[in-house]
């Protein structure tokens, strides 16, 4: 069993990965506008490289290492001023739960430190996965 897990985790590294996700955002984000300037949606910001140290809720089960990843696209939804929505691409092994809350710096940039503010993810649904 094993080396099928290894087989299928291994094909799954050069594959572009698909998520939808609910944040909350500590600091009031005015409008769809605001949200978008802030987030570098319209900018070129993206596809965007982020270096991500292993997360602090993997740790005790993964090699301490600093891994490239990029987020390929990203696009928000505006739902209040403390609520957004995040669709977002991202290529095989992100974490998007510490690309959302930063991992106390561990995941930069991440979306917190973009807004300049404190974010939590509380829903993250993977949408689908490009072969």
């Not at 600093?66 to 095989?92: D, I, K, M, P």
Request: glycine share 8%; proline share 3%; net charge neutral.
């Amino acid at each position: 069993i094993s080396a099928d897990y290894k087989g299928l985790q291994g094909e799954t590294e050069n594959k572009v990965k698909h998520y939808g996700c609910a944040v909350w955002c500590e600091s009031p984000i005015a409008s769809q506008q605001d949200l978008d300037e802030r987030l570098g949606v319209h900018s070129g910001r993206y596809p965007m490289e982020i270096q991500q140290s292993t997360p602090l809720r993997v740790l005790h089960r993964r090699a301490a290492a600093v891994r490239s990843r990029h987020v390929l696209t990203l696009s928000a939804r505006w739902v209040n001023e403390h609520w957004f929505g995040l669709h977002l691409s991202t290529t095989a092994g992100t974490y998007v739960k510490e690309l959302v809350h930063g991992d106390c710096g561990r995941s930069s940039p991440s979306i917190s430190s973009i807004l300049g503010c404190k974010t939590d993810i509380v829903a993250l649904d993977c949408e689908g996965i490009a072969m």
